[in-house]
């Protein structure tokens, strides 16, 4: 793959991973519907993909795949207990996490 294979490809999965938390307050996206679990763990194995070609690419996407990571990783946890915690976005500030990706 050459290297503007590999940069449309790292857009268009950052773009669709962007896509995915724009709407925070109500939860991880997955198209047009809310992730579930297996989904946040194919969306978590993009972020992966995109680290790689980051790294290949030489672009900082660091703190852009640590903000991914953090709702990937906890929104399944949010599903199981949604009840408990209320609404994502509660869920969001009872564990101090982030709204929007600040680069």
Known sequence: ???????AEFNSIWSNLDYTLHELSCGVLYGANGANEKQCQELMKDT???????????????????????HYERYPHYLSRQT????????IVKYDG????KA
């Open 1 to 7: 793959m050459d290297s503007s294979d590999n940069k």
């Open 48 to 70: 992966y993909r995109l680290q790689e070609l980051a790294e290949a690419l030489g672009e900082d996407a660091d703190k852009f795949i640590e903000f991914c990571r953090w």
């Open 84 to 91: 408990h915690f209320g609404t994502y976005g509660q869920y």
């Open 98 to 101: 982030p709204f929007e990706f």
